[in-house]
């Protein structure tokens, strides 16, 4: 189902009417448009007008599709430069392999598994991550259970450690496997970011990452939805060859219409 924003105004127990700030001291449902929680810039309010449009106009995303944390973190790293799709095919050939726990992919050979994630794309350089994030994962007594218990700095430092992990792939991990309050910056969130005049072309990810989430409760549901609404977004309308006249957030483009946003991808390499 998603979880709209209002909803999380108004259990957060703020609300704002006409532009106010104020706090509520009641303990029901709150009234009113929930245009904001806090005083808060142009750049952020637009954001959760974005995140309000796309909801109301998609639905929930109920992303990320797995059936383990362990199959999330697979997942993360094998949609690096490709569609989901793609990656969906790789993950049903390990599934089928009964590949999809530590142990399982561990019992692979290294051509087995380079085979196995073809489809994928990049198949060499993501087999050799995965068998990276299995050294990593056996620096930890309690695997994959005890590593995803670390603190944020701290998980995210050992996953940015692991080879072929970048900070797009290290986010969707904190975010989807471990339930941590972060933002994923993916090719389709700079490409909107970048039309829509909330971002320069040259911003880093950290920049990036830093606009939305000062924009949005730090709120795991609430944040891995916007990820997901955007994808569905830059598959749909935002796409190389833009649709912005269908689009359902067509009235925030800049005046002039959608800036340049060629050359703007995702963080993540593949070493």
């Not at 806090?38 to 109920?62: E, V």
């Not at 944020?152 to 940015?160: I, W």
């Not at 989807?176 to 320069?200: E, K, N, Q, W």
Request: charged share 25%.
């Amino acid at each position: 189902m998603g979880v709209c924003l209002c909803e999380f105004e108004s259990r957060s127990g703020h609300q704002t009417d006409r532009g106010s700030t104020a706090a509520t001291e009641q303990t029901g449902p709150v009234r009113g448009p929930c245009l904001a929680v806090w005083p808060m810039s142009d750049t952020a309010r637009r954001i959760r007008t974005t995140y309000r449009t796309l909801h109301d106009s998609f639905g929930g995303q109920d992303w990320w599709p797995s059936e383990s944390p362990f199959e999330t973190v697979i997942g993360a790293v094998l949609t690096q430069f490709t569609s989901w799709r793609n990656a969906e095919i790789a993950i049903a050939n390990l599934r089928r392999r009964d590949a999809l726990t530590p142990p399982g992919l561990a019992a692979l050979g290294g051509e087995e598994l380079e085979e196995l994630v073809r489809p994928s794309g990049f198949f060499r350089q993501k087999a050799r991550t995965l068998r990276s994030l299995l050294d990593t994962l056996g620096r930890f007594e309690g695997g994959l259970t005890e590593m995803l218990e670390l603190s944020t700095p701290r998980l995210r430092s050992e996953l940015l450690a692991t080879r072929g992990i970048g900070p797009e792939t290290a986010d969707a991990i904190l975010l989807y496997a471990a339930g941590r309050p972060t933002f994923v910056v993916d090719a389709y969130t700079r490409r909107f970011a970048c039309r829509h005049g909330l971002i320069g072309t040259r911003a880093s990810y950290d920049e990036v990452q830093s606009i939305f989430l000062g924009a949005l409760p730090a709120d795991v549901e609430i944040l891995g939805e916007l990820h997901a609404l955007l994808v569905r977004l830059g598959k749909e309308y935002c796409r190389p060859e833009p649709r912005c006249a269908e689009c359902p957030l067509r009235d925030d483009l800049p005046a002039g219409g959608p800036l340049e946003a060629s050359g703007v991808g995702g963080a993540d390499a593949v070493n």
